[in-house]
Structure formats: structure tokens, C-alpha cells
């Protein structure tokens, strides 16, 4: 049998090649307005903290309401629309872009992840992929969302759910991996 050190290298480990969207003094900036101002801000401030995500390069849309133990990695990679919610300790683990649309429930503990590793290089190279949550869609509790992931209009995701495939307009998933349980709405709702 091989040595590991034939297949994992990672002290070769190297992300030269991705770029965070800022220098280094803005991103240190943030994490302390982050640890800080925004974290202890008081419960209904939602303008507050959508402001300083504002200073910090994200799109918030009109009337979000974003807790303040929500977590954002690099700010100026999400945008969040209209009237939509962002539960207690949400993390956004925006290497890449995170979009949320309107109308939108992210709810408490709920990760969503644009970023992973190649298993299959020796040095673990970074791979980021977008992860977008259409108007409407409602991720529930201690959900886990893969990189590259779609979640379209109207979708649920069940709580404690792991989503690692796209989920269709006016679905519900639940599980691990998350799959179809059944339609959100009946058509003749719809129309």
C-alpha cells in the first residue's frame, strides 16, 4: 500500500488563484464590525445591520429582517431581497455568491456552504460555487446547503435537511440527502 503522503499533500496547499473580492484590511475591518456592532446590536435592529451589511459591499433588499447572530463570511458576495428573513446563527460561507430572493425564510442554525475541497488532489484545491434561494423558498432548521446549489421559487427545505442537488419550484425535501416528500401547493392553488 501507498503512503498518504502520496495522495494528500497539504502542506503543498495553495489558493493563490481565488480571489476574496477585497484586500485584506477590508475583510479584517469586517470580521470586527461583524464580532461587534453588528453581533450585539439589539434584537429589532434590523435596519442597523442591514446598513453595515450595506457598508460592506452586500445587497439587502427593502424590509429584511436579518438576526444578529447571523454570519457572513465576505458580505460583499450576497445579496438578500425583499421582506425576507435570516434566522439566529445562520452562516453564510460566502467564498462564492450566495443570492436569496424575496420572500425568503432562512431559519435558525441553517449553513450555507460555496465552498469544498477537490478530494481527488493531492494539495486539496479550493473549488467555490454559487449557491442561489429563488423568491419564496423557505430553508428550515439545521439545514446544510452543498455549493452549487439552486433552490427555486416556493421550494421547503425540512428541517435538518442536507440539500446536494437542485430542488424544483414548489417542492418540499427533507433528509439527508434531502429528496421529494411532496408538492408545496396543489396547481389548482397556483392559479
Not at 32 to 57: D, E, P
Request: proline share 3%; net charge positive; aromatic share 14%.
Amino acid at each position: 500500500m501507498k503512503n498518504v503522503e502520496d495522495f494528500i499533500q497539504l502542506d503543498k496547499y495553495n489558493q493563490d488563484h481565488y480571489e476574496r473580492g477585497k484586500n485584506i484590511f477590508f475583510i479584517l475591518l469586517w470580521w470586527i464590525v461583524q464580532g461587534t456592532i453588528f453581533r450585539f446590536s439589539l434584537h429589532n435592529a434590523y435596519r442597523w445591520r442591514a446598513m453595515l451589511l450595506k457598508l460592506f459591499g452586500a445587497n439587502i433588499g427593502r424590509k429584511t429582517k436579518i438576526r444578529s447572530s447571523s454570519h457572513f463570511h465576505y458580505p460583499w458576495k450576497v445579496s438578500i431581497g425583499d421582506y425576507s428573513w435570516i434566522g439566529d446563527n445562520v452562516k453564510f460561507y460566502s467564498l462564492d455568491t450566495i443570492k436569496i430572493g424575496a420572500n425568503c425564510v432562512i431559519s435558525q442554525e441553517s449553513y450555507l456552504c460555496t465552498g469544498s475541497h477537490d478530494i481527488k488532489d493531492p494539495q486539496f484545491g479550493l473549488i467555490t460555487k454559487p449557491i442561489i434561494v429563488k423568491d419564496g423558498a423557505w430553508i428550515a432548521s439545521d439545514v446544510f446547503i452543498y455549493p452549487g446549489i439552486t433552490v427555486n421559487e416556493m421550494a421547503i427545505i425540512a428541517a435538518r435537511s442536507t440539500v446536494i442537488k437542485d430542488v424544483p419550484a414548489n417542492e418540499i425535501h427533507a433528509g439527508f440527502p434531502a429528496k421529494f416528500i411532496k408538492k408545496r401547493f396543489e396547481e389548482d392553488e397556483l392559479f
